[in-house]
């Protein structure tokens, strides 16, 4: 009996893959697997429903709390964001490609699979982790040129339900992190989306006329309370969700440049990961000095790039984490955010570690004697003044 193993999200191209698997592929055997991230607990539990029904054998994994230690944690550290994406499906990719590897071990497969198109990112975030294996790696969507009007009408052939049809075209993938709404009308750059794509935030236009003021408490450059209260990761993470929704924060769409070159039209959902990248941010330029904060900007680009191609075991994305991690040591105090209409902005933020004084910088003080910056001020610009002189 040969098996595979199929990386299993309960949407449609994930659904439609396991009589595919039967009918194209031969397999005898298809285990289903999916992994928790966050997702909704009705969503993990229809997803579970549904691959019972169609596959031979299903298993479930609950990996949210190392979601968020292994992979949010340090994505918040790099301030991880790839051209305005808070990269929550990206960082997610990994995880579940390496539990399903894990199971494939165990129920001694012969090959993985997953429901990933020809054109997307996410194909090579599973394969960059797939393809570190033995195992055959088989991908349905991509090999047999399938189309989204296609997979719909085989659905209903199959008497496979799903929430995906020719009005609501459009595919959610959903996790602690962020929401992400794609395809259909919304692949046109100039169609503007409706307000029914959206679960998580409030339209800005809609949200309360009062401000809130929050405090996001940090400790190593990880968030571990709000409020004055101390939490963990999840449960922190569920708050700002709530709370930075309601405000209407967290709504991105955006032009995006995919790994392979085509660039795709863009909507996610993310209260939580603004409001904490915002805080971060704003505390690490109270504590690190400003050359830390030139040299760890390049820094955070190149992790944000190789953690949005997925390529976590790329030896050189250690190396980075071991950079940040140390820069991270200082990276402890709070920040209060506005929530308003749309917007999380720093609005104060304190530290034992930050390299600010006001006795120094206060125009009302003279710890500083003024006049000492004369003699900098004479040789500040000094080439240019020269290169003038030389030009004229």
């Not at 005898?28 to 029904?53: C, L, W």
């Not at 071991?322 to 920040?335: L, P």
Request: proline share 4%; glycine share 8%; hydrophobic share 40%.
């Amino acid at each position: 009996m040969e098996k595979v193993v199929l990386a299993y999200s309960g949407g449609l191209d994930t659904s439609v893959c396991v009589p595919l698997l039967r009918e194209r592929y031969g397999f005898d055997h298809i285990v289903t697997v999916a992994v928790d991230v966050g997702q909704p607990e009705s969503d993990i539990g229809s997803a579970e429903t549904r691959a019972r029904a169609i596959s031979d054998e299903h298993v479930t994994i609950d990996a949210t709390d190392e979601f968020v230690t292994d992979y949010i944690f340090p994505l918040i550290k790099a301030n991880g964001c790839y051209e305005g994406y808070v990269m929550g499906t990206a960082i997610a990719r990994p995880l579940i490609a390496k539990k399903v590897v894990r199971v494939a071990d165990e129920v001694g497969a012969a090959a993985l699979a997953h429901g990933c198109t020809g054109k997307g990112n996410d194909q090579l975030r599973f394969e960059a982790v797939f393809r570190a294996t033995d195992y055959r790696v088989i991908a349905p969507m991509r090999e047999l040129e399938l189309t989204r009007e296609w997979e719909i009408k085989y659905a209903k052939e199959k008497g496979i339900p799903t929430t995906v049809s020719g009005r609501k075209p459009w595919s959610v993938d959903e996790n602690l992190w962020s929401r992400s709404i794609e395809g259909g009308k919304l692949e046109d750059p100039s169609f503007i989306p409706p307000e029914e794509i959206y679960e998580w935030t409030t339209s800005p236009l809609r949200a309360p006329d009062e401000p809130e003021i929050i405090e996001v408490m940090f400790e190593d450059g990880v968030p571990v309370g709000l409020n004055g209260k101390r939490a963990d990761g999840v449960t922190l993470i569920a708050q700002l969700n709530a709370t930075g929704g309601k405000h209407g924060v967290g709504r991105t769409d955006m032009m995006e440049d995919r790994v392979l070159g085509l660039k795709a039209r863009e909507n996610y959902e993310h209260p939580a990961a603004t409001i904490l990248l915002q805080a971060h941010a704003d505390l690490e330029k109270l504590v690190l000095t400003r050359a830390e904060l030139q040299f760890k900007q390049t820094v955070d680009d190149r992790w944000s790039e190789l953690a949005y191609m997925g390529l976590v075991d790329e030896p050189l994305f250690s190396d980075l984490n071991a950079f940040i991690n140390k820069s991270q040591e200082r990276v402890t105090g709070s920040v209060k955010i506005q929530l308003y209409k749309g917007s999380a902005t720093p609005v104060a933020r304190e530290s034992l570690n930050a390299l600010y004084s006001e006795k120094l910088v206060s125009f009302d003080s003279a710890t500083l004697h003024q006049s000492d910056a004369e003699g900098f001020a004479k040789y500040h610009g000094f080439q240019a003044r020269m290169h003038k002189k030389i030009v004229k």
